[in-house]
């Protein structure tokens, strides 16, 4: 029987412990900060769980281990990932295992497509599925989603769609997918990779084990990107506004067999909106699973997930948008660059990230309200480009933008930071700025 090691034992690791013992391997669990419910988890699936703050050495987690799987918040750089790596051990991801353990299903492999990119990767999966579901299939979206891959092998679906972050994709041995797409690449998570270049790599991975019968998807214009692909096995597909194999002409997103629809009937048209309904409708076409007749309906009615330059309302004659998802100057320049002037709520816990991109548009920002752990990080970044005014609070944050504002100028919550100095995640940084909105203009019903 062989022996697994998973460490880090939240929404990821719980669930490959499971789809680990559902196929008789024995397993060895541990996490940074084990607590009861861990200990829960080991007692139910009959497993050894594994305090390593306490006497028991990494090596001794490891005795006898054939494979380890970190759970994808756990860093290259961790010392029990660079013991194992030492001693010989195969380290997997989860995303990995899920693909070997499919191909091997009775019946055959379902399909898989995939999505990776630094901005825009949950919209686009979001959007692939959606456009699946419009032809009819039952749709799994996994991976860098609420549901890891492994968890949905012994779902009836007819196809999956893979969220790979570089988490999941720096520790793959096998897994690959008959089409996808990779969006966009700039600088992030340099804190979890160390340099720009592994984190590039990582990426480049969705492409590594891709046979002639894949089709890699690649923004025209960007060569980091096109060469990766082209250094594959996988048949490589091109979009982009102005040209590409999927482009835009005469107010019509185009494929290579002709229009698929208008831009004005798309579900929204900022400008990213646009780029990642091309590369969707690429990678569903590209697939061979959809026929471009069949998008259309689909694309003018999709929802996007929330805090992704979200609309909270029009309060006292102005817009007040919320980006919480931005935690890179990458993604935030994304939202700043879709509005023609704003008021600028950002920062939060950087990642090592170079800050003063956020400054590269200039003549869009009207005024800034510097938040969090790296406010003055923040500061420093639009010293000399306009006013810059400090809050301590969310709550204050949304009362010195609407002075800043004036009833004149939108205000846009994107942050280019991670939440975890004030908050646990995006999501709740996003639900506690728009609560905040609306419960300053409650209180301020005359406020202009």
């Known amino acids: 029987m062989k022996k697994a ?32 419910e861990h200990r829960a988890l080991a007692r139910e699936l009959n497993c050894t769980v594994v305090d390593l703050v306490g006497d028991v050495s990494i090596d001794e987690f490891l005795t006898g281990v054939d494979v380890l799987v970190p759970a994808p918040g756990v860093s290259p750089q961790h010392s029990v990932i660079m013991r194992a790596l030492e001693m010989g051990i195969s380290v997997r991801t989860e995303i990995d295992l899920a693909y070997e353990w499919e191909q091997a299903r009775p019946g055959g492999p379902r399909p898989i497509l995939a999505v990776t990119g630094t901005d825009g990767k949950t919209t686009t999966t979001m959007l692939v599925a959606a456009l699946l ?23 009836d679906v007819d196809v999956f769609v893979a969220e790979c972050s570089s988490f999941r994709l720096q520790f793959t041995q096998c897994f690959r997918s008959s089409s996808s797409v990779w969006l966009n690449i700039a600088p992030d998570h340099i804190d979890w990779h160390g340099t720009f270049d592994s984190y590039v790599s990582a990426k480049a991975r969705m492409w590594k084990f891709a046979t002639s019968n894949d089709v890699a998807i690649v923004p025209v214009d960007v060569a980091l990107i096109s060469d990766a692909a082209r250094l594959s096995q996988a048949r490589v597909v091109t979009f982009g506004v102005a040209h590409g194999d999927y482009y835009v002409a005469d107010n019509m997103l185009m494929s290579p067999v002709g229009p698929i629809a208008s831009v004005d009937s798309l579900w929204r048209t900022m400008p990213h909106d646009i780029t990642n309904s091309l590369a969707a409708c690429a990678v569903v076409l590209e697939s061979g699973l959809v026929r471009t007749e069949q998008l259309g309906a689909t694309l003018s009615k999709f929802v996007s997930a929330p805090h992704r330059i979200e609309l909270v309302g029009n309060f006292g004659g102005v817009d007040w948008f919320d980006d919480s998802k931005a935690t890179s100057p990458h993604a935030a320049l994304t939202a700043i660059r879709a509005i023609d002037s704003v008021v600028l709520i950002a920062g939060g816990k950087n990642k090592a990230l170079d800050l003063t991109e956020l400054a590269i548009e200039p003549h869009r920002i009207h005024g800034v309200i510097a938040i969090g752990y790296d406010a003055p990080a923040i500061q420093a970044a639009f010293a000399e480009v306009c006013p810059v005014q400090v809050a301590t609070s969310m709550a204050q944050a949304v009362e010195l933008a609407t002075q800043m504002s004036n009833g004149r100028v939108p205000v846009l919550l994107s942050p280019a930071c991670t939440s975890y100095d004030w908050y646990r995640n995006y999501n709740e940084r996003g ?4 609560k905040c909105v609306k419960d300053f203009f409650d209180t301020n019903s005359g406020v202009a």
Do not use: C, H, I, W
């Not at 990821?12 to 024995?26: I, M, N």
């Not at 639900?431 to 728009?434: E, I, K, L, R, S």
């Open 133 to 155: 579901r419009g032809a009819g299939y039952t749709v799994a979206e996994v991976g860098n989603t609420d549901v890891p891959f492994v968890a949905a092998l012994n779902d």
């Open 5 to 36: 090691a998973v460490f880090g034992l939240a929404l990821a690791g719980t669930a490959v412990a499971r789809a680990l013992v559902e196929r008789d391997f024995t397993v060895v669990m541990s996490d940074d900060k084990l607590n009861d």
């Open 431 to 434: 639900d506690d700025f728009q």
